[in-house]
């Protein structure tokens, strides 16, 4: 699988916020949130196109096997 | 149940009128003839210096209020003042500034003229308030838009002798109405006519037709302030043991890597703004707040 692995520069007010809404249970940590919403902001704003990707695959453990 | 009526007069042209609205009363703007616009200013009755706030009102409720509508305070304070309890002619407006003397003067050459601006000064100067205090008003009766160049306009309304707002009364506050000078313009179709002003006890119907609102923190008292006293000298001179405290001041940048596979590496090309991002991270950064606004921000 080609990884390829994305730098954010974040400050403090918004890792916090990343945290809480980690700690609500969306996602096991903050790369995790941050892939989640990925996936949940293509599958409402990309056409369908040549993805099969489901609003809700990040939310199913395994599904992205590259 | 009918509403007791503890005040009702009529508000004559070129004047206005600074009324202790009690938490629970209901403030009457109405018309006689029909199509005369009113500003309306209020303060706390127990601390001046929270008043009525046309930007959050406007944030949140639109340029044109009605009823269902909250008039807010503005920052620190942001608390909701008043209630917009009934709205019969459904035009009222946020976006104008109220009109001045020097609008009179510089497009119609007045040395004189009727205007809200000192209408407002003159009505709360009998509460000591200076012709500083006046703040941006709620425009009640006045029709208004913005045209395809992003101009706000205003235009002739239609309201009818009758129409009336009424404005709930969630703290005890200082109500000045006015009757809008603007006797040249469209806003009150050209002329200047008297309104009828009430102030009614609400009933337990009109107070449980308010709908419950959160309180925040952040809706700061004067017991928040750093600084509670208010100046009294109009020279400005700086405090010399002054040390600045911000809150979460220093801001400081960390970084989080994000490993992203094929598949979402893919969905991210395809989002990513590039045209307002030279860096991926930033892009991303886009793409997840954009997302969590989507996912808890309502609209
Ligand atoms: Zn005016």
Redesign the pocket.
Known sequence: MATRIVQMALNQQQLELIDRTVASGVAADRAALVRHALRRYAARHLPPQDTNVRPDASARPNVAVG | MAREVLHDFVLEPGTGKALEVRKGQIIRLEQIEGGQ?L?FNCFNLHDYKEYFHTGRTRTLHGLHPTAGDFLWSAPPRERAMMFIAADTANANDVMFP??SANLYESLYGFCTHT??QDIQAEAQREYGLTPDDVHDSFNLFMCTGVDDKARPYITRQASKAGDYVDLLALMDVLAVPNI???DIMRTSNFSLKPARISILQATEEDLAAVPALPSWRTQRTVADFRQKQIRVERELSRDTSYVADFANAPIQTSLLDVPLDEEEQALFDRLKRSELYDGDGAALRDILFSWWEEEHLAR
Do not use: M
């Open positions: 616009c500003d109220r009109c205007n809200c809008c000078g603007a």
